[in-house]
């Protein structure tokens, strides 16, 4: 049985709704893929292939150019994403969309004078509660002294300061796995919004950080407790009109289906106890 793992996705889903949480990581259902998120996932593939060319190639124009093979390669790759486009003009919108927002980055920074340490990096840590996180960080960079800034791309507008909180979840989350598992807390945490040409940062400290574990914790803690008692209950919010799992939510004259045994096992078996650690 694989063993679960927490991604900052999944943490929001549950602080969300629990019933969105159970259906993605306990009943593994699918999502159908939507312009905003393949969009996504196009512009990052080009903001990651860019730094493959020599500094001084890293213009505006080499990134337009990676655009077209980029999305035949996610094409390929995902070729659900083709229901999208009804007509072959809706493809050209899609790009021309794509290509605005590569416009955007360089307007933001100057990738001829960056020299990422990774990008798209896969990171996995074990707290010492036990709990695994999991995740992809976009882009890492190291300064000369040392210091480390965690940068995430994020194709829509930066949030208004009420949610600024919210959207700094996801990379006190990428801060706490590199610190865990690299040493050294990360000294910079950078999000660069492209719909806007705006960038959030937070400089984290330790203490920060090991308050964040423990917010973590006590979240795998009320995760485990719906598991136990096979109760992840919906919770209404204004984001519901965009779930996926309507069909399926009570909120929505829906019908809950059973929860998988398997899933729930393995959710339940995904902590690790001291003597097994030892």
């Known amino acids: 049985m694989k063993r679960a793992a927490l991604s900052a996705s999944r943490a929001k889903d549950f602080k969300q709704c629990p019933l969105r949480f159970r259906y993605l990581m306990v009943d593994k259902l699918p999502e159908p893929p939507s312009s905003a998120a393949v969009r996504g996932t196009l512009v990052h593939a080009v903001l990651e292939r860019i730094f493959d060319l020599p500094a001084a190639a890293r213009d ?8 077209g093979p980029q999305w035949d390669e996610l094409a390929q790759k995902r070729p659900e994403v083709h229901e999208l486009f009804a ?4 493809v050209d919108a899609f790009l021309s969309q794509a290509r605005a927002l590569v416009s ?4 933001l920074e100057n990738p001829q004078r960056l020299d990422p340490t990774a990008r798209e990096r896969f990171v996995e840590v074990e707290l010492g509660s ?11 960079d190291t300064a000369p002294n040392g210091a480390v800034r965690v940068v995430d ?16 979840f996801q990379m006190r989350f990428y801060a706490l796995m590199l610190w ?21 940062t937070l400089d984290p400290h330790t203490d920060d950080l090991l308050a964040f574990e423990a ?11 719906a598991a136990r008692r096979e109760d992840f209950r919906p919770r209404k919010t204004p984001l519901c009109p965009w779930c996926s799992f309507q069909e399926f939510c009570p909120e929505f004259g829906g019908t809950i289906p059973p ?20």
């Open 259 to 278: 929860i998988p045994e398997e899933g729930l096992e393995s959710l339940l078996a995904a902590r690790r106890s001291s003597l097994d650690r030892s």
């Open 60 to 67: 505006e124009g080499a990134a337009q150019e990676l655009v």
């Open 87 to 90: 007509e072959a003009g809706d």
């Open 215 to 225: 917010e973590l914790d006590q979240l795998w803690d009320r995760i485990e407790d």
């Open 180 to 200: 865990r598992l690299d040493g050294v807390a990360p000294a910079r945490l950078q999000l660069i919004y492209l719909g806007d040409g705006r960038t959030l």
């Open 104 to 107: 955007n980055y360089f307007r």
């Open 130 to 140: 036990g709990v695994l996180l999991r995740g992809f960080v976009d882009r890492i």
């Open 153 to 168: 791309y994020k194709t829509g507008k930066a949030p208004s300061p009420r949610f600024t909180e919210e959207a700094l």
